[in-house]
């Protein structure tokens, strides 16, 4: 009983069609805008409510009254997909169908990627918007070209030191074709910005690189028009307007002026609605716009429902690996009173909060900036203190790759954490999909790296990081938590290089790791013993990047057909290195070796979906065993 | 007949010993560390005057009048290493004898490194400074320590994002224990700042960042002493000094303020003087330094001289792949209208000069910025055009990681391309030799590496990426000159994951790339078979993240020997795909393996030392595989 409503192509075109003034027809248009965005982010059930509606006047505004011949427009944040798409569609720039395959594969990404039609720019980690415009922009004087180019960036991306960086030459050049609009709604992922790091003086600082300066009420049409007005008359600069916005404007109660008193997060940065929130935002959404479209004459709005597809939750029992880490880094903490939490603006997500809370002096909140975060990691660990940093796999890895190389080279002793590792979830799309993290970090002397498949092997991990390894550590998390059919043996113990085999199997041996990998492989294990009477020893093997030769040799033993599972590409992944290894044991015999992982950039979908689609899923990959 | 001359410690200790006014003290200290600094690097061969000069009356007045218990002063900017170790040496905080060891085994690094006494910190690609300095403000406030961070940034350094990125936190937390001083002297690696990437108004930059600003003459004393006292006085917020200097200050010809009108490049950024000019010089240093010697009543200086060191030219014809890559890169250029070509502040190091004076138009100088340059190069490719990216491969790689994959993740053709790459130069230090650069970037999909063997093989790589290969292509340049003992046959051609056989030989089989491991494996079959009647067959595989099975299968053939030879670290290199290629054959009998190459971050020294160090020369690999 949970229903869902979304806004007909029809409904957006009587609109569009209607001799209304601008600011009228826009308005009501983002009203019915932020209906579809709405429905979409419930039936995907995931996606941010909060900054798709800060952002949707500037949307709108732009695609009905600002975008000529040559124009473009882009959104750096990409958060705000969901609303973009919606405006999008409304506009008829983008199929309408696609309402309904938000996050799933073939529809439209978590994050925007050019594949999407209307889309110019892939969206990865933050601060690369004026970057792009440059480029854009040269391109375009290259070829003789005239286009405006309009790109959204996000308040809490202007912690990233790529996006200062990029400002400098297009004042130098004089780049007027750029006008950057800034979402600011004053929150970030996690709380306040003003909490997170403050930005400071804005305005000084984009005046001093040389930008043109406007401030305006992003959520009001009038002031935006107004705004955008004033910087097309800009000549020899480029221009930044900062757009004062309320992160879930539009809906009274996501509002972030409604925050209560006292009440440090957010709840609509992302994620689905529950069904009464739903319901009620939807409901104040219609009645705002049948009323805004009575007060022009025009009929009310014609209302699809359909009912919620029902997610069927897992049978057995869940694990929940990031919750298990925030417990054993309170524990680790408690214990060690040199070590020190780094976070980047992710401490939810990467489980701080238990830490964060019980050790305030010992938590450092860096803010979207991992480069410096990292960099302050090392210095902290010369100075005796020992660092846990963390941020997403997908951007602790790439963003922070010099860095920590340069900790490295000094030799002290960092523990890395990058948790979102992997394949799944697969809604976010590939920006977030942390399947190169093993292979950027491969390189890095002196860096022992590990992935535990269930939430007894985290604290396992993490201990060992803590108190056994001397040197730095790469801890990866799956985040999503996941049904393991699996259970470690209770005398289980971390050696370096060495697995545990989970199932025994004479006919062929397969390596994995962490839970997603484990539990497929295990499941596929059992499914090929019953249906097909072949024996697969599965091995969790935690170790990304260090093998023991000895072991690896009585683990394979007579065993000639070896598979590698990766949950990441299978460039530069643990298959790689265990397939090394293999060349190594010098077997005096034919042993098959397979890899199986990812060989592309991975699409965007339904966790489930995703992992069929990739054959990595348990009857993937009993299917792939059997063809041999 | 190459005098060189050195201060001996006596006279630095008479100096310091003497009962004189501080600036004037500090400033006959001053051209005495000129002196030996001078004398550094001309014995080294190579190091930067430049900066060290810019530079030198600000490490004099910190070391010899500022510093208390607890504080601590580090460079983040590195290449004005020697200057700095001349003051550490001559105040003592450095063992005297390392004077003559700059840039050697067991030395000096190129760039500073904890390893030595008296550096605290690191360098890296530019930009982690005040990162740094916050973390060992934070540990230091966590343990109840007191004490001063001075850190020495460079101007062009302020170009890096991460610098803007890490003054946040630090006005946001009141780090008053944080004074930087920028040694303004306005030229970076190749010319004016203001003509690579224009730094606009720097004071309403800190300043709107909330730092507290100072503006001085980083060449006077009195100017120096003055601000340094002033930001004493500063409570609650971290301040920067703007020394601005005179890069080369101290020796008049070397001056920036003498380049002659109409001349674009400072001659004395980076290698060594030549005799003549390293004669004048340090007369003029002994001159002044008598002079004012003479002003309070002591003793002229006691000068060393010793006969520099002769470097034996190699016998062989040298090979210049920098120089014939610019060639190439001028060829293509004709003939491909749409391909631009992006710097990062080393164009005349990464051979760019001859397209930049003939196509000015489709050059874009991007200053220390790599990861802004990396994502316009997307946009740009987008927009039809065919970017080709420079920078050294130590800084391309880890820094503009994320940046390359979302290029990659938009499926546009870029060409990047990489030079100094490998162990070699070994003079700079870990922070130049690029020996992770494969690794880094391995899990790009679609995107081809290469790296050329020789002078020819290098139009060949660049013609492979612009007209042959569909996708991204990373190109691997050695930059040092080095002697090619062999020759590719006039038939080769470039055929995706398969290389060419150099010699015959059926005891054992090696596999490498780049001019310099393929010619240290060349000389090595040479010697092989001549002294031991053993049989290596050499095969050059510019190919660094493909492998053709079946061409890897007929080059084994029957032998049961197989080695990889790289140029960079074991872990991630082609060695290891080498070795996973091995596997993936599944061959029938006992083949042995065997990867050579660095498992460590590499020491730094002269080219031959090192090569011979990590047994990676001819003779040592003649050893290495008759150990078997």
Redesign the interface.
């Known amino acids: 009983m949970c229903p869902l409503y979304y806004i007909r192509k029809e409904d957006f075109t009587r609109i569009l069609d209607a001799e209304l003034p601008s600011i009228k027809q826009t308005q009501i248009f983002s009203v019915l805008a932020r209906i579809n965005t709405l429905y979409m982010i419930a039936r995907a059930g995931s996606g941010h409510i909060g900054s798709s509606f800060s952002s949707m006047e500037i949307f709108a505004w732009v695609y009905l009254n600002v975008l000529r011949e040559g124009d473009v427009f882009f959104s750096s944040k990409g958060h705000d997909a969901p609303g973009l798409y919606s405006v999008l569609i409304g506009r008829g720039l983008l199929e309408y169908e696609n309402i309904h395959k938000l996050r799933r594969l073939g529809g439209l990404p978590g994050h925007p990627?050019?594949g999407t039609p209307g889309i110019?720019?892939?969206?990865?980690?933050l601060?690369?918007g004026?970057?792009?415009?440059?480029?854009?922009v040269?391109?375009?004087q290259?070829?003789g070209r005239q286009g405006q180019v309009y790109m959204l960036a996000g308040d809490g991306e202007l912690?990233?030191?790529?996006?200062?960086?990029?400002l400098?030459?297009a004042?130098?050049r004089k780049l007027d074709q750029i006008t950057v609009i800034v979402d600011h709604n004053k929150i970030q992922s996690d709380t306040w910005i003003k909490d997170v790091?403050?930005?400071?003086?804005l305005e000084?600082?984009f005046?001093?690189?040389?930008w043109h300066f406007q401030r305006c009420n992003g959520n009001s049409l009038e002031s935006l028009e107004k705004a955008i007005n004033v910087a097309k008359t800009i000549k020899g600069k480029p221009q930044v307007i900062l757009a004062d916005t309320v992160k879930g404007c539009g809906v009274s109660f996501m509002e972030s002026t409604s925050i209560p008193e006292g009440e440090v997060f957010y709840k609509y940065h992302s994620g689905a609605p529950s069904p009464e929130q739903y319901e009620s935002a939807t409901k104040e959404l219609i009645n705002k716009a049948d009323a805004l479209l009575k007060e022009v004459g025009m009929q009310p709005l014609n209302i699809t429902m359909v009912e919620r597809e029902v997610v069927v939750a897992p049978k057995g029992k869940v694990q929940k690996l990031i919750a298990a880490y925030e417990k054993a880094l309170l524990e680790v903490g408690s214990r060690r009173t040199n070590l020190?939490v780094q976070d980047a603006d992710l401490m939810i997500d990467c489980g701080l909060l238990s830490f964060k809370n019980s050790y305030p002096?010992?938590f450092?909140e860096?803010?979207i900036?991992e480069?410096?975060?990292?960099?302050?990691?090392?210095?902290?660990a010369?100075?005796?203190?020992l660092p846990v940093s963390h941020s997403f796999a997908c951007?602790l890895a790439?963003?922070a790759?010099?860095?920590i190389?340069?900790n490295?080279?000094?030799k002290s002793k960092c523990i890395y954490v990058g948790s979102l590792a992997g394949l799944l979830p697969a809604g976010p799309g590939?920006?977030h999909q942390s399947?190169?993290d093993?292979?950027?970090l491969?390189?890095?002397?002196?860096l022992l790296m590990l992935e535990p498949c269930c939430e007894k092997e985290v604290a396992m991990v993490l201990d060992y990081a803590v108190d056994t390894n001397p040197n730095s550590t790469y801890i990866r998390l799956v985040s999503i938590p996941y049904e393991i059919p699996f259970v470690l043996p209770s005398d289980y113990g971390l050696k370096e290089g060495e697995g545990i085999c989970l199932t025994e199997g004479h006919d062929a041996v397969i390596f994995a790791y962490g839970p997603v990998m484990v539990s497929e492989a295990y499941k596929a294990a059992k499914i090929l013993e019953s249906d097909h009477g072949f024996g697969l020893k599965v091995v969790n093997l935690p170790w990304l990047?260090a093998v023991n030769l000895e072991w690896l040799d009585a683990t394979i033993g007579s065993i000639n057909e070896v598979y590698a599972l990766d949950n990441?590409?299978l460039?530069?992944?643990q298959g790689?290195?265990i397939?090394?290894a293999?060349?190594?044991l010098?077997?005096?015999?034919?042993?098959?070796?397979?890899q199986f992982g990812l060989?592309?950039?991975p699409e965007c979908g339904q966790n489930q979906e995703i992992l069929m689609y990739y054959r990595l899923d348990s009857v993937g990959l009993v299917s792939r065993i059997l063809e041999g």
Not at 442 to 446: E, H, K, S, T, V
Request: charged residues 20%.
């Open positions: 990627d050019i110019v720019a892939n969206t990865g980690s601060g690369m004026v970057s792009k415009a440059k480029g854009m040269l391109a375009n290259l070829d912690q990233e030191g790529q996006f200062w960086e990029s400098l030459s004042a130098n790091s403050d930005l400071g003086d000084s600082k005046k001093s690189y040389g020190v002096q010992r450092f860096c803010g900036a480069q410096d975060m990292i960099s302050q990691a090392g210095a902290l010369l100075k005796g203190k951007f790439p963003r790759n010099e860095q190389y340069n490295a080279s000094e590939h920006s399947v190169r093993i292979s950027a491969r390189g890095m002397p002196g990047n990441h590409l460039s530069g992944g790689e290195i397939g090394n293999i060349a190594r010098a077997l005096p015999r034919k042993v098959d070796f397979v060989t592309e950039i």
